[in-house]
């Protein structure tokens, strides 16, 4: 009897320790995976910072004052100059408090405004108030961007007018100008630093707030021939420019009808939204096939940026071919430019990295949360085993494939294989043979646009292929 307990105890006693190490097992392994997930984590917002170049560590000098931005040129920046008219006249009829408070009440507002639109307030002298689009980012949107602000900027002012007057009350009246061109950026003072900008860009915009009338907005021709596309202009004429000749200059009377709420030209509506994202678009896919290029690793002869700029090229083509809206083009462009990303994290499960990669970089460009899932959704396709659920999912499937149907299938293929072989090894190339002819069999183009364009091509491949093989239909 008393052998059983102890038998019982013992066992008791083992079962315990043994449920106690599995514990500490899974723990461990807990914290490894969750550590992995964690650096992985890590590693795809460095990846998606250094894509943006928003974090440039060469940008940097550190002196005795501490870190310190190094000066730097930029070629396109749209500067914005806005001043308050007859400000002499109002500072005479006006306390010192509430001529401060006034002022400090509109330049407050043009904060808000110019950091909705990314733009990079400059400072402010007097009356007088300084901001410039396109830095310390670079981008292709700021010369509207800096439109738009200038638009909502008058428009506050109007409102603002229209109150005072209700009240029988002075009201303050605003000239904008604007240019875009070149200009050098850096931090000046000893004391008290600040950052600011110089060049021709910086005076020829400030001329044109000189030259401007209350209530406009006047801009250059160069930053017109960027922005007249989205909004309404009226020539002015020409002004001279020291050492420049003349400059043609504009006034921006507001925003294109079809592309304004209520067509009133006040707000953009989301067609200007759209239309905006494909400029945006276009930085970020050179900022992504720049990164692809330089970091991808060289054993990915398939799986690489030229493969890329090829699906982005075969979802505008067969997007175009089946009829797609704009922003539905955005979304199949975007997730085209982001599927094979991952292989900068991890070259297993790729795809999984691509999404994470496509949902941190989208939103450093101001993508809206729906259409980052729309284009992860989208992503998902490009698995080997997934089947398209609709039309944006089969037109993106057919332009990852659409090698297969293609004159240049055999280079393709062979940089497929070579990839196939660095990476996983013994594969001869009668077996490769053997598995193109397989897939290529087992394969289907989704779309009408893809059939027509490919389909005839691929038989011919795939007949050419069981001929080299001495394989018979």
């Not at 006249?89 to 408070?101: A, F, H, K, S």
């Not at 000749?245 to 504009?250: C, I, K, L, N, P």
């Not at 006034?251 to 200007?272: A, R, Y």
């Not at 293609?406 to 990839?419: G, I, Q, T």
Request: proline share 3%; with cysteine.
């Amino acid at each position: 009897m008393t052998y059983t307990w102890f038998a019982v105890g013992l066992g008791a006693l083992l079962l315990i320790f043994l449920v106690f190490r599995i514990r500490r097992y899974i723990q461990a392994r807990v914290e490894i995976l969750t550590a992995e997930r964690v650096a992985l984590a890590m590693k795809v917002k460095e990846k998606a910072h250094r894509i943006q170049g928003q974090y440039d560590s060469d940008s940097i000098v550190y002196t005795h004052q501490g870190p310190k931005k190094k000066s730097r040129k930029y070629q396109k920046v749209t500067v914005l100059f806005a001043d308050i008219q007859g400000f002499t006249r109002i500072v005479e009829q006006l306390n010192p408090e509430m001529l401060i408070d006034e002022l400090d009440q509109f330049f407050l507002h043009f904060d808000a405004i110019v950091e909705k639109y990314g733009i990079e307030k400059i400072k402010t002298i007097g009356d007088a108030y300084m901001c410039a689009g396109g830095l310390p980012v670079k981008n292709s949107t700021n010369p509207i961007e800096v439109v738009l602000a200038a638009i909502e900027m008058q428009n506050y002012m109007n409102e603002m007018r229209r109150v005072k007057m209700l009240e029988h009350k002075e009201y303050w009246e605003l000239r904008i100008g604007v240019h875009t061109g070149p200009v050098i950026s850096g931090m000046v003072g000893r004391k008290k630093i600040s950052f600011d900008i110089w060049g021709d860009t910086v005076n020829i915009a400030s001329r044109m707030e000189s030259s401007g009338i209350a209530g406009e907005i006047n801009i250059s021709g160069t930053t017109w021939q960027l922005v007249n596309e989205f909004f309404v202009g009226e020539y002015r004429g020409k002004m001279p420019v020291k050492y420049k000749g003349e400059t043609d200059m504009y006034f921006v009377k507001g925003i294109l009808p079809e592309l304004s709420l209520d067509g009133e030209g006040k707000q953009p509506n989301e067609l200007f939204r759209i239309r905006l994202q494909h400029i945006r678009f276009a930085d970020m896919e050179q900022a992504v096939l720049n990164r692809l290029e330089n970091e991808l690793p060289s054993e990915l002869t398939y799986h690489n940026m030229k493969h890329t700029v090829d699906v982005v090229t075969q979802v505008e083509i067969i997007g175009r071919g089946e009829g797609i809206g704009e922003e539905e083009m955005l979304l199949l462009k975007t997730a085209a430019l982001f599927h094979d990303t991952g292989f900068l994290i991890e070259k297993d499960h790729h795809e999984d990295y691509s999404i994470d990669l496509a949902r941190e970089v989208m939103q450093l460009y101001d993508f809206p949360d729906e259409q980052i899932e729309e284009v992860c959704q989208l992503i998902n396709v490009t698995r080997p085993e997934a089947e398209p659920r609709n039309h944006l999912e089969a037109i993106l499937k057919d332009a990852d494939l659409d090698y297969l149907g293609r004159s240049d299938f055999l280079p393709v293929s062979n940089n497929l294989y070579n990839e196939v072989q660095q990476l996983n090894g013994s594969l001869s190339q009668g077996d490769w043979n053997k598995k193109q002819i397989n897939f290529i069999a087992g394969h289907k183009y989704y779309t009408n646009t893809a059939k027509k364009l490919r389909q005839v091509k691929k038989e011919k491949q795939l007949k050419g292929l069981r001929d080299l093989d001495g394989e018979k239909p």
